[in-house]
T-cell receptor, first 115, second 115 residues
Framework: AQSVAQPEDQVNVAEGNPLTVKCTYS??????LFWYVQYPNRGLQFLLK??????LVKGSYGFEAEFNKSQTSFHLKKPSALVSDSALYFC?????????????FGTGTKLQVIP | NAGVMQNPRHLVRRRGQEARLRCSPM?????VYWYRQLPEEGLKFMVY????????ESGMPKERFSAEFPKEGPSILRIQQVVRGDSAAYFC?????????????FGEGSRLTVL
């Protein structure tokens, strides 16, 4: 079975500082990994994904994430946080083994960027 | 290109009534997923459908819940005899294919309140 863990319910960071939102995963085969963002009372929006290749992937709004196979992690990062980045962030995984696999989401991390 | 359309955005029902939530996927998408979001619990997979077929309903409660995606028209998530515990935000997502590398496109959600 596949699973995703987001160990922090909330992350606070000052505007202009770098931010990291943590994610670890568990799959049987190789993972496809995704990050989504949700603003209040809205649906989820896709940010970026790792499928294969370079471990550092870049996405929307200046976000990037680093795939670390040995640590089974896929942390989301941004060099300089904006107040407008404040939202709920979800990490998601899909196992590549055995054909169709549903997408499993973590419980979400609330990012608060303080002016 | 219109995104994933969900309606109603807000629905209030009394205990014992029925709730019907509708989802029209993005143009060209024939795969629909339903998720339920509860505070502190993240996004829980419910069901995955293709046109006229239920592919994976492993996340659907055994009773009172059903889903369909007819040949014509939107996908419908139906909750019979609603109880207070059904109060949640229900999100629909779509994808073009079953390809596991593809991201999901989410609607704005339907927020069900059971009185």
């Amino acid at each position: 079975a596949q699973s995703v863990a987001q160990p922090e319910d909330q992350v606070n960071v000052a505007e202009g500082n770098p931010l990291t939102v943590k994610c670890t995963y568990s799959v049987s085969g190789n993972p496809y990994l995704f990050w989504y963002v949700q603003y209040p009372n809205r649906g989820l929006q896709f940010l970026l994904k790792y499928i294969t290749g370079d471990n550092l992937v870049k996405g929307s709004y200046g976000f990037e994430a680093e795939f670390n196979k040995s640590q089974t992690s896929f942390h989301l990062k941004k060099p300089s946080a904006l107040v407008s980045d404040s939202a709920l962030y979800f990490c998601a995984v899909r196992d590549t083994s055995g054909g169709y696999q549903k997408v499993t989401f973590g419980t979400g991390t609330k990012l608060q960027v303080i002016p | 290109n219109a995104g994933v359309m969900q309606n109603p955005r807000h629905l209030v029902r009394r205990r014992g009534q029925e709730a019907r939530l509708r989802c029209s996927p993005m143009k060209g998408h024939s795969h629909v997923y339903w998720y339920r979001q509860l505070p502190e619990e993240g996004l829980k997979f419910m069901v995955y459908l293709q046109k006229e077929n239920i592919i994976d309903e492993s996340g659907m409660p055994k009773e009172r819940f059903s889903a369909e995606f007819p040949k014509e028209g939107p996908s419908i998530l139906r909750i019979q005899q609603v109880v207070r515990g059904d109060s949640a935000a229900y999100f629909c997502a779509s994808s073009r294919s079953q390809e596991n590398t593809g991201e999901l496109f989410f609607g704005e959600g339907s927020r069900l309140t059971v009185l």
